[in-house]
Structures are given as C-alpha cells and as structure tokens.
C-alpha cells in the first residue's frame, strides 16, 4: 500500500508595503478624479429662493448634470450623453442679468418659439400650455407679468430688456432668438426670470438638476447674509439642527 503524503500549502509571500509616493500618487489620482467629476460631470447647488416652489424650495441640495446639457460645441464623442435643452426642462444657469450668480428656471421657450401670457397662462406658437407644476396664483393681479409682453415693462426689469422686448416683438408674441432660451420659475408670482431680464444665452447653461441630495429649512432670506460672521452663524445653526431641520422626505427625490 502506497504511503500518503500530505500536501503542505507554500507560505504565502507577504505584500509588499506600499511606498509614500505610492500612497501620495494614489490619493492624487482620487482627488483628480473627484475634481474632474464636480468641475464637468456632476456639481452641487443649493436653492437660494421660492421662484421654483413647489418643485423646489429654498434649501434643497441639488446635484446638477452638466454633461448631457453641453453645448454642441463641446461635443466631444458619441460617449457623452449631450441632448438638446427642451421644453419642460429645468436647468442651471449664470445670470445674464447678474454676473456669477447661478439661476434656476424651467425652459418655456425655445429658439424659434413665440411666447406670450393671458391672465397667467403661457401661450407657445398659439397653444395654452398645461402646466401642472405651476403653483397657483394666490394675490394681487400684475398687468405686466401676467398679460406679458403686451403690457410695457415695470420698473422691475433690466435696463437693457425693454429694447430688446421691442427687438424680438412679432405682433402679440415674443420670439425666441437663435441661440437663445426663455425660462420661468414654477412660482409664477414672485420669480423674476425671462419676462425681466430676457433670455438665457446657450453658453450660460451650466446644467440639469438630477436629484435633491439633502434638504435642510432655510430662511428665504439666507442667501443675503454674506458676511463671514452670518455665515458661520448660520454653520452652527446647520450643525445644532441638522436633525430637526433637515427636510428627510425631500432627500433623493428626482427633479422634474
């Protein structure tokens, strides 16, 4: 009868120790890539006012797509998911009216669209819009804002904008230039967007809100405290409050 003989396993060869430049290149590659994410892929925001409400509220978090909303002109391959702004679409966007500052609005109009207002309901190419996320009307009722652009403009509006309304006139209807967007917020009665300060251009497009990540009860009049005091202040008050205050059922809820 043949002896049996045991297999001894080979003593496993220990890994070698990572070097400090390893570890250093590593780390580097990470934070590389989380910049190339948020500076083109995905960036954070937050609400700073009403004028989308109720879709979205001031202090929501929202993590907006800048990919697919690129310009055609830094379209780069068949990999990247570039489509056109449409009607309906919510994005971000710098303000033409105010260097730096980003702006929200839903899309109404685009180029070669013509737009006009009766009692607060949009007409586009002659046809009454079903706006379902609108958020009604509830007070005074405002000749310019909601008979726009028949009505001429209130001291409201951007200087530049009352020659540029005259530009673009055809008849009743406001005509969406080339190039161009018309956006308005959901709460019709205290946003200030196009029928104020004109249209969006396609280069000031920043991107598409995706989803709200976190959401946290905000005074309406937050984003006016700039000075550094205020804001530490306001640090705190997160920090103290972030579980009473954050907004739970908001979280994960997709932007439409």
């Known amino acids: 009868m043949l002896p049996l003989f045991k297999k001894t396993a080979k003593p496993k060869e220990p890994r070698p120790k990572e070097t400090l430049p390893e570890s250093i290149a590593g780390i580097a590659s990470v934070l590389v890539s989380g910049l190339f994410i948020i500076t083109f892929i995905v960036q954070a925001f937050e609400i700073p006012s009403r004028s989308m409400e109720d879709t979205l509220l001031v202090g929501d978090h929202v993590f907006v797509d800048r990919l697919t909303a690129m310009s055609k002109a830094s379209y780069v391959g068949p990999l990247v998911p570039y489509r056109e702004i449409k009607h309906g679409d919510i994005i971000v966007f710098l303000s033409p009216q105010e260097p730096g500052l980003h702006v929200v609005k839903r899309i109404i ?29 509830e007070h005074n009722y405002d000749p310019y804002r909601d008979e726009f652009p028949s009505v001429p403009p209130s001291g409201q509006v951007a ?36 029928r104020y300060w004109g249209f969006i251009p396609q280069e000031n497009v920043i991107g598409r809100p995706l989803f709200i990540y976190w959401s946290f009860e905000t005074p309406e009049d937050q984003y006016q405290h700039t000075s550094i005091k205020e804001r530490i202040q306001f640090v705190f008050h997160v920090i103290i409050h972030f579980f009473d205050k954050t907004q739970w059922r908001r979280m994960f809820h997709l932007v439409r």
Do not use: C, T
């Open 159 to 194: 200087w530049y904008w009352p020659m540029m309304l005259k530009e673009h006139m055809q008849g009743e209807d406001l005509v969406v230039p080339p190039g161009n967007y018309f956006g308005m917020g959901d709460d019709r009665e205290v946003s200030l967007d196009s």
């Open 109 to 137: 109009g685009i180029p070669g669209d013509r737009i006009h207002l009766r009692r607060g309901v949009v007409y586009r190419n002659g046809q009454a819009l079903n706006e379902p996320y609108v958020k009604l009307l």
